[in-house]
C-alpha cells in the first residue's frame, strides 16, 4: 500500500504526466465538508457505496451557475474539460505553479514519498568511424569506391579508410532531481549525443564506454525509455492529425502508469478526512481516455490552445507555425510518465516569451513535484537562463564546467575571462572556448593572451571547487536502498497491448478519414481498369471449345491476380508515409462484380464467392508483402526497388509466365515458394473445374478444364484451391510476423550524418591529445560544413566595443558591381483571411472566416534593417508572404541538395539576372556575393540534405540570402533566418545580412527570439500581437532607447531592468495575460499614437511615386530566353542526377539482377519450339522483361523527382523558369545517361 501511494505520487505529481489533480473546493469541486448542503453529502455517501471500478469513475463536478451534478468521469464532454481546465489554470503563467504547490501540500498531508531519479554518468566515450572530407560526399565514385572498400575491409584484406571521430571525451556528472540543468555549447560540442546516451537512446553503430546510472542501477535493470523521455530536435509529426489528436494518441499509448489503481484508496483516504474527491485528478489518472485533461492541460500549458484543433501540416499541407510544431514535439513526450526528462533543443523557432514560459513550467514542476530534467537550448535569453539551477558546458566533447549557475562566471574569472556588459551569459559561455571569439573576454592585462584550449578549461575545472565536489559525489557511490521501488519503470509498455492496439486502429481510421481522396481515386483507377479489362474479354467474344479458348480465359484471370498484386504495392509507399491502407477489400470487391460475369467465368454463384474469397485473400498478402519490402528498406527508394525485386520473382515464379514443368532445377524451389502460384493454381482450379468446362473434346477421355489446366502445367485437384487460400493466408501472417520484427529491430535507414572536414578533425584529435596542429593550409578535403576560411581577426559581435577589431560600419553603403534601384515598400491597412476551419465551428465559432492580419500598416525603407517580431501565432510569416505576394512554404532553406554552393548561385545568375549582363559581369558579382555572404571557403560543397550531409544549418541560411542576394533585388524578405541556430552562428548570419543591408538594399527579417547583440543590429522593428495587430512600428534607437521609451510611456507598464533584454522585455509586457492584468490593448494604444499618425504619413508620402521616377516594368515574365531555361535547368539536372549514387546504383544494379535472373531462369528457353506451350514461354520471358525494367526505372524516379519537386516549387515561385524547362530537362535527361 505504501509504495502504491507513493507510485501516485510520482506519476500524478510532475509535468510529464501532468495529472491534474487539485483540492480547490470553493473554486471547482464539491465536497463532503460540514459546509456543503445534505444533497451533496448524499451524493458523496452514494458514490462511496459504488463497486470500486465504478466509484473511481464518479464524480461531482460544479458548474458555472453553482450546481453540482454527478458525472462520469471517463466520458467527460469537451464543454466539461474546459470548464474544468479554466478552473485549475486559467491563465497558465500566473496559475500553473499555486495549482503545482496545492497538490504537493494534498500529496504532503497523505504522507506520500514521491519517488526521485538520480542520473550519473561516469567516464562516458562516445566514437564514430566516418568518412572525412570528399570521401564523405556523395558522388558516385565515392559510393563505388566505398563498395568495394567495405568488401575488402569485411574479408581483412584492406584496412577500412574510415576515421574515428571522437564525441564525447571521458565526461562524467550527476543530474539531480529537483533541480533545473541546462546544456549549453557550441555547435558538434556532443549536446545531443550526451542526451541520447543518458536517455539510452544512443544508436548501435557508435562506440560507447562508461556507464550510466539511475538512482544506482544500470540501464539493463529497468526500461529507461519508460522512465525517462527523449525530446528529439527534429520534428517528426503526420501532418493530417491536429495538435490535441497527436497529444492525446501519444498520451493514449505512453499510459499513465500506476494511478489508476491508486486513485482509490486515495480518495477514500481523502473521503474520511472530509477533503473530498478531486474529479481532475481520477480524470488524468484513467487509462484510455482519448480527449483527456492531462492532453488539455499541456495545450493549455504550452500555449497550444489557440492551434489544437489545426492539422499539424507538412511540407504539403498547410498546418501549425514552426514554433507551435516544436511545442507539439515537446507535447508528446511530456504527456507520458517518464519522470527523467532530456530535451534537446526544445526552444528552436520559439519567441523568447514563449520560451520563458515554458521552462518556467518545466521549473515549477520539477522543483515542486522533485522532477529531473536535462535541457539543451540554442539561444536562451538571460532571463530564461536565470531559471536553471545547474549549468554544463560541453565543448569538443568534454564538459568545461558542471554546477550551480551561480558559479559558473566565477569559474571563468578564475580562468582569466568575463563577461562583457549587455552580453548574455548564455551566449558568453558558447564562445569562450571558441579559438575566435574567446580573446575579447580576457581580463588580464598584466599578461599576455594565449589561446587556452578546451582540455585546458577542462582539467582547470577539476581543481575548482565546484569540479572537486562534483568528483567527490561520484566517488560515493548511489544508495541503492534509498530508490523508491516505483521510481524506476519494469514494464516494457505503459497499457495493455489491447489498448495499444485500439489506439493504432483509431488513429489509422482517423488518417483514412483524413485522406478519403486517395481512396476514392484508387477507386475509380480500379474502375477504369476493370471497364477496359471486361470491354477486352467481353463475354460474346468469349467461347470454351477449345485448349486456345481456355488460354484466353487464363490470361484473364492471370491479369486479374497482377492487378490485385499491383494494387498492393501502393501498400509500400503508403507504409513508408505512416497511411493506412483499407481499401483492399474494396479493391476484390469491386473487381469481382464488375468482371466476373461480363467476362463470362463459370456463372455458379458458389464458384463467384470463391473467387471473391481468393482474391481478397491475395490482395491481403500482397499488402502485407509489400508492407514487409517497405519495414525491410525503411527508405523510400530502396523500398521502391525491394518492392520491384519481390514483385518479379513472385511473378515470374508464379506458373503463369514460365510453367512449371520448363522451370529449371536449380529454381524448382522459387516456384514452390511463390505465392502467386498458389493464387494462379486456385483460381484456375476454381474455373476451369466449373461446369461450363465438363465437355470432353474428341480424342480425349479427361474434361476440356483439365487439359487446360495439364497444359499450363497447374495441378488439376479440387483440393488446391483450398490449398491456395490457405498458402495466401498463410503467407499474410508470415509477412506481418516479419514486418513486426523489422520494425522492432531495424533501426532507421541512413543515420543523420553531417560532413566534417579534415581540418575538423584534426583540431578534435588535437584537442583530445592536447596537440598543436598547423591549419594555416586548407586542402581540398574541406567540406565547408561551416567551417569558415581563417581570418586575421576574430569576429567580436554584431555592436561596434572596445578592442573589437571588425567594426559593420565600415562597410557601410558598400558598392557592387552590378548597379540596383534602390526601392522602397509602404502598405496600408492589409487584410488576410481564410476560411474558418470545420474544428474551430464545431467548438462553437459561427464566423465563416478567420481573419489572420487586422490593418496592418508601415513602411520599410532603402539601407534599413527592419525587425518582424511577434510571438508563435500573430502572423509573421503570414504577413511577409502577402508583401511578397507569394504564399511560401514557411522558413525552411530548400536548395537541390546535389549541387554545390557556387553551382546553386550561378544557376540562380544564370536565370534571374537580365540578358544584358555579360558572363564576366556575372562571374564577378557571384564571386562578390559569396565573399560578402562568407561563403567562399565552402564554394566547392555539395549543399546536401539539412541535417543529413553538406552544409551546416548557418552556412545553408547563407546560402539561401546568396541565391536571392545574385538576383540583385532590391527588397528582400527573410523568415526567421537565425532559428535552430546556436548563437555564435546566429550572429554570423546577421553580420551577412547586415552587409547586405549596408549595401543599400532594403531588409525585412522575421525573429523571435534575438539577443540583446542581434536586436541591437536592427534599425527598425514592426511588432505584431497574436490575432495580426500592429502594436509598434518605429524606430529602436541607440540600445533600444526609443521602443523602451514608447512602452515605459504607457500607464502600468514595469520599467525594463538594467541590462535586461529589450526584445524580451517588450515581449513579457505585451502578452496576453499583461494585457488583462492591465485592462488595455496595446493594439488600441499604438493606433490611438503619434507614432501610428507619423507613420500613417510615411506610408502616404512612400506611395506616391517620386518626381521623375519610372514605373516598374519588365517586359517579360522570365529574364531568361525559353532556350537559355532550357539549358540552365538541363544543366543542373544532369549533375543532381549524376551525383545520386543510391539512384544511379539502383538503377544499375537492378537491371544487372534482373539480366542474371532472366538469364538463369529462362536459360535455353528459346531453343524449345516444339509445343505452343514453349512459345508462351518465350512470350512470357520477354513479356515479364520488359515489364519489369520499365517497372523498376519508373518506381526508382519517382522519389528522386519528389525530392527535387519541393526545389521545383520554390524556384518556379521565384520567377526562374516556367514549368515547361524544367519538364524538357526531365525527359532529356536520360537520353544524355
Request: glycine residues 8%; proline residues 4%; aromatic residues 10%.
Amino acid at each position: 500500500m505504501e509504495s502504491g501511494t507513493d507510485a501516485f505520487g510520482v506519476s500524478s505529481a510532475r509535468i510529464g504526466s501532468f495529472s491534474i489533480c487539485r483540492n480547490d473546493v470553493r473554486e471547482a469541486f464539491s465536497t463532503s465538508s460540514r459546509e456543503e448542503d445534505d444533497e451533496n453529502a448524499l451524493k458523496w455517501a452514494a458514490i462511496q457505496k459504488l463497486p470500486t471500478y465504478l466509484r473511481v469513475r464518479r464524480g461531482i463536478l460544479t458548474e458555472q451557475d453553482g450546481q453540482s451534478r454527478e458525472i462520469d468521469i471517463k466520458n467527460l464532454g469537451f464543454v466539461e474539460r474546459r470548464n474544468l481546465l479554466e478552473r485549475l489554470v486559467r491563465i497558465a503563467e500566473e496559475d500553473n505553479e499555486r495549482f503545482l504547490l496545492k497538490l504537493k501540500e494534498r500529496i504532503d498531508r497523505v504522507g506520500l514519498d514521491m519517488p526521485t531519479i538520480e542520473v550519473r554518468f561516469e567516464h562516458l566515450n562516445v566514437e564514430a568511424e566516418a568518412y572525412v572530407g570528399n570521401r564523405a560526399l556523395p558522388t558516385m565514385f565515392n559510393f563505388s569506391v566505398n563498395i568495394v572498400e567495405g568488401l575488402l575491409s569485411n574479408l581483412h584484406i584492406l584496412p577500412s579508410r574510415k576515421k574515428p571521430l571522437p564525441i564525447l571525451n571521458d565526461v562524467s556528472g550527476i543530474i539531480k532531481p529537483r533541480r533545473m540543468t541546462l546544456v549549453l555549447g557550441p555547435p558538434s560540442s556532443g549536446k545531443t549525443t550526451l542526451l541520447l546516451a543518458l536517455a539510452g537512446k544512443l544508436g548501435k553503430d557508435l562506440k560507447f564506454s562508461g556507464r550510466v546510472t539511475y538512482n544506482g542501477h544500470g540501464m539493463e535493470e529497468f526500461v529507461p525509455q519508460r522512465t525517462s523521455a527523449y525530446i528529439s530536435q527534429y520534428d517528426l509529426h503526420i501532418g493530417e492529425m491536429t495538435v490535441r489528436e497527436t497529444l492525446a494518441f501519444s498520451a493514449r499509448c505512453q499510459g499513465v502508469g500506476p494511478r489508476y489503481v491508486l486513485c482509490s484508496p486515495v480518495n477514500d483516504f481523502f473521503f474520511w478526512l472530509s477533503i473530498g474527491r478531486d474529479v481532475g485528478r481520477v480524470a488524468a489518472a484513467l487509462e484510455g481516455q482519448e480527449a483527456s485533461v492531462v492532453t488539455d492541460y499541456i495545450l493549455k500549458i504550452l500555449g497550444l490552445e489557440v492551434c489544437a484543433d489545426t492539422m499539424v501540416g507538412d511540407e504539403m499541407i498547410r498546418g501549425i507555425s514552426g514554433g507551435q510544431k516544436k511545442r507539439v514535439t515537446t507535447g508528446e513526450m511530456l504527456v507520458g510518465p517518464a519522470r527523467a526528462l532530456f530535451m534537446d533543443e526544445i526552444s528552436t523557432g520559439l519567441d523568447s516569451s514563449t520560451t520563458f514560459q515554458i521552462v518556467n513550467s518545466l521549473r515549477q514542476s520539477i522543483h515542486i513535484l522533485n522532477g529531473t530534467a536535462l535541457i539543451s537550448l540554442l539561444q536562451p535569453s538571460p532571463e530564461t537562463y536565470q531559471l536553471f539551477d545547474d549549468v554544463i558546458l560541453l565543448s569538443d566533447g568534454q564538459i568545461v564546467y558542471q554546477g550551480p549557475r551561480e558559479n559558473v562566471l566565477d569559474f571563468f574569472k578564475y580562468m582569466g575571462f568575463k563577461c562583457l556588459k549587455r552580453k548574455g551569459v548564455a551566449d558568453f559561455l558558447q564562445e569562450v572556448t571558441s579559438k575566435k571569439d574567446q580573446e575579447q573576454y580576457w581580463t588580464r592585462i598584466d599578461e599576455p593572451y594565449s589561446f587556452i584550449s578546451v582540455k585546458e578549461f577542462a582539467e582547470a575545472f577539476q581543481s575548482f571547487h565546484i569540479g572537486q565536489k562534483l568528483g567527490d559525489d561520484l566517488a560515493i557511490p548511489f544508495d541503492k536502498s534509498k530508490s523508491h521501488p516505483d521510481a524506476l519503470s519494469k514494464d516494457k509498455y505503459g497499457v495493455p497491448k489491447k489498448e495499444l492496439l485500439k489506439a493504432c486502429l483509431s488513429r489509422e481510421l482517423l488518417l483514412m478519414k483524413r485522406n478519403l481522396f486517395v481512396y476514392v481515386f484508387k477507386m475509380f483507377q480500379l474502375i477504369f481498369i476493370g471497364f477496359i479489362t471486361v470491354t477486352i474479354f467481353l463475354r460474346i467474344e468469349m467461347h470454351r471449345d477449345t485448349i486456345t479458348d481456355g488460354g484466353i480465359f487464363m490470361g484473364a484471370l492471370f491479369f486479374i491476380l497482377v492487378t490485385v498484386m499491383f494494387n498492393g504495392f501502393a501498400e509500400l509507399a503508403l507504409t513508408i508515409l505512416k497511411l493506412p491502407v483499407f481499401y483492399n477489400i474494396l479493391d476484390a470487391t469491386l473487381w469481382v462484380l464488375m468482371s466476373y460475369y461480363v467476362i463470362g467465368f463459370d456463372p455458379n454463384v458458389g464458384r463467384f464467392f470463391k473467387q471473391y474469397l481468393l482474391l481478397l485473400c491475395l490482395s491481403q498478402m500482397a499488402s502485407a508483402l509489400f508492407r514487409l519490402m517497405a519495414g525491410l528498406g525503411r527508405n523510400i527508394i530502396v523500398a521502391n526497388t525491394c518492392g520491384s525485386f519481390a514483385m518479379l520473382a513472385v511473378l515470374v515464379m508464379g506458373g503463369f509466365v514460365l510453367t512449371r514443368d520448363a522451370v529449371k532445377k536449380w529454381w524448382i524451389w522459387g516456384y514452390w515458394i511463390s505465392p502467386l502460384m498458389y493464387g494462379q493454381n486456385a483460381i484456375a482450379v476454381n474455373e476451369f473445374l466449373g461446369k461450363s468446362w465438363r465437355q470432353v473434346p474428341p480424342n480425349s477421355t479427361e474434361p476440356l478444364g483439365v487439359l487446360i489446366l495439364k497444359s499450363r502445367g497447374i495441378f488439376p485437384e479440387a483440393r488446391w484451391y483450398w490449398i491456395g487460400v490457405g498458402a495466401l493466408i498463410g503467407y499474410c501472417f508470415l509477412f506481418n510476423f516479419l514486418f513486426t520484427l523489422a520494425l522492432k529491430y531495424l533501426d532507421p535507414f541512413g543515420k543523420p550524418q553531417a560532413v566534417i572536414s579534415k581540418e575538423t578533425l584534426a583540431e578534435k584529435i588535437a584537442s583530445k591529445a592536447r596537440e598543436k596542429v598547423d591549419l594555416s593550409s586548407r586542402g581540398e578535403g574541406s567540406s565547408g560544413g561551416g567551417n569558415e576560411s581563417k581570418r586575421s581577426a576574430s569576429f567580436r559581435s554584431l555592436s561596434p566595443k572596445v578592442g573589437s577589431v571588425n567594426d559593420v560600419n565600415q562597410s557601410r553603403k558598400r558598392g557592387m558591381v552590378l548597379p540596383f534601384e534602390p526601392s522602397s515598400m509602404s502598405f496600408d491597412e492589409i487584410r488576410y483571411a481564410v476560411d474558418m476551419p470545420q474544428e474551430m465551428k464545431a467548438q462553437g465559432i459561427s464566423e465563416d472566416r478567420l481573419e489572420l492580419l487586422k490593418g496592418i500598416c508601415g513602411a520599410f525603407r532603402p539601407g534599413v534593417l527592419t525587425a518582424l517580431m511577434g510571438i508563435s501565432g500573430a502572423g509573421k510569416t503570414t504577413l511577409m508572404d502577402v508583401l511578397a505576394g507569394r504564399k511560401s512554404g514557411g522558413k525552411s532553406d530548400i536548395h537541390s541538395p546535389h549541387v554545390t554552393v557556387y553551382e546553386s548561385l550561378l544557376f540562380s545568375a544564370w536565370l534571374r539576372l537580365p540578358p544584358e549582363v555579360n558572363p564576366e559581369s556575372k562571374m564577378m558579382f557571384i564571386e562578390e556575393v559569396m565573399e560578402l555572404v562568407e561563403l567562399t571557403s565552402p564554394r566547392e560543397t555539395l549543399v546536401g540534405l539539412p541535417g543529413v550531409n553538406g552544409l551546416s544549418t548557418e552556412a545553408r541560411k547563407r546560402l539561401t540570402i546568396a541565391v536571392e542576394l545574385v538576383a540583385n533585388p532590391s527588397i528582400i524578405f527573410m523568415d526567421e533566418p537565425t532559428s535552430g541556430l546556436d548563437a555564435r552562428a546566429a550572429a554570423v548570419v546577421m553580420r551577412t545580412v547586415r552587409n547586405t543591408v549596408d549595401t543599400g538594399r532594403t531588409m525585412v527579417c522575421t525573429i523571435h527570439q534575438p539577443s540583446i547583440d542581434i536586436f541591437d543590429a536592427f534599425d527598425e522593428l514592426l511588432f505584431l500581437k497574436r490575432g495580426g495587430e500592429e502594436i509598434y512600428m518605429g524606430p529602436l534607437g541607440h540600445h533600444s532607447c526609443h521602443l523602451i521609451k514608447y512602452f515605459e510611456e504607457i500607464n502600468g507598464t514595469p520599467k525594463i531592468k538594467d541590462g535586461y533584454n529589450p526584445a524580451t522585455w517588450m515581449l513579457e509586457i505585451t502578452s496576453a495575460a499583461q494585457e488583462e492584468a492591465l485592462g488595455v490593448n496595446f493594439a488600441d494604444i499604438y493606433k490611438n499614437s503619434e507614432l501610428y499618425r507619423r507613420n500613417k504619413a510615411l506610408v502616404k508620402e512612400l506611395s506616391s511615386p517620386a518626381p521623375g521616377s519610372m514605373d516598374l516594368y519588365f517586359q517579360t515574365r522570365y529574364s531568361q530566353s525559353l532556350l537559355t531555361q532550357c539549358m540552365a535547368c538541363l544543366w543542373k539536372q544532369y549533375w543532381s542526377y549524376w551525383r545520386k549514387p543510391p539512384y544511379n546504383a539502383v538503377r544499375f544494379l537492378f537491371t544487372t539482377v534482373i539480366g542474371l535472373l532472366f538469364g538463369t531462369i529462362f536459360w535455353d528457353i528459346g531453343s524449345k519450339r516444339t509445343r505452343e506451350q514453349d512459345v508462351f514461354n518465350s512470350m512470357g520471358s520477354m513479356y515479364a522483361a520488359v515489364l519489369f525494367i520499365g517497372f523498376q526505372n519508373c518506381a526508382s524516379v519517382e522519389p528522386v523527382v519528389a525530392v527535387e519537386r519541393t526545389v521545383f516549387y520554390t524556384e518556379r515561385a521565384t520567377g526562374m523558369y516556367s514549368p515547361l524547362p524544367y519538364a524538357f530537362g526531365q525527359v532529356i535527361l536520360p537520353f544524355r545517361d
